[in-house]
């Protein structure tokens, strides 16, 4: 298994800018969800999904959207890229909830100028 | 709304002691907590967890205890090792708090 995957590793924006964050798993799980960490802060909850077709919002989803139409697949889209977006986006997943383990991806630094 | 207090932000050890990081939380709901270590350059790796319904949980070199009338846990690493040293988080679900870097010196 490749467990969670993340692509890029590294992105520089343009502030306006759009694009993609991709994020995939291959552990069949339901719990998907997004992660931004910021230096000093932690991680912050950004969306989750419980499953295909659901979506919600965590703690700071301005400025992003997501959508799940497969079990696999989680992308994080940013309409129109801010600087305040700079950080290190991780993607996670678990078997249900987030309370069973959650397993990580690698990691996309963004940076927006 | 919730939020969880981490301490030490840093914290250096010989190889061979003990370390401990204590964590607060503020939802008395609560019912999971999660620690996470993150290497450089990695993304978290779940560690140990606990739930309210125990007190202390221990895997190896590793236990954490809970408090659930004074809203706090604490993890324990015993007989650090050099591979110890790296960034833990705790967390109350999905609300982390903001890391303590652990050095184990040789």
């Known amino acids: 298994n490749a467990g969670v995957t993340q692509t890029p590793k590294f992105q520089v924006l343009k502030t306006g800018q759009s694009m993609t964050l991709q994020c995939a798993q291959d552990?069949?799980?339901?719990?998907m969800s997004w992660y931004r960490q910021d230096p000093g802060m932690g991680l912050r909850l950004i969306h989750y999904?419980?499953?295909?077709?659901?979506?919600d919002q965590g703690e700071v989803p301005n400025g992003y959207n997501v959508s799940r139409s497969t079990t696999e697949d989680f992308p994080l889209r940013l309409l129109s890229a801010a600087p305040s977006q700079t950080s290190v986006y991780f993607c996670?997943?678990?078997?249900?909830?987030?309370?069973?383990?959650?397993?990580f991806g690698p990691g996309t630094r963004l940076t927006v100028l | 709304g919730e939020n969880v207090e981490q301490h030490p932000s840093t914290l250096s050890v010989q190889e061979g002691d003990s370390a401990v990081i204590k964590c607060t939380y503020s939802?008395?709901?609560?019912?999971?907590f999660p620690w996470y270590k993150q290497e450089l350059g990695k993304g978290p790796q779940l560690i140990i967890d606990?739930?309210?319904?125990?007190g202390e949980k221990k895997d190896q070199r590793i236990a954490v205890t809970l408090n659930k009338t004074a809203k706090h846990f604490s993890l324990h690493i015993t007989e650090t090792q050099p591979e110890d040293s790296a960034v833990y988080f705790c967390a109350d679900k999905y609300i982390f708090g903001t890391g303590t870097r652990l050095k184990v010196l040789a």
């Open positions: 996670a997943s678990s078997w249900g909830t987030i309370t069973d383990t959650q397993y």
């Open positions: 552990m069949n799980h339901e719990y």
């Open positions: 999904s419980v499953g295909a077709g659901i979506t």
């Open positions: 939802d008395s709901a609560s019912n999971y």
């Open positions: 606990i739930r309210s319904n125990v």
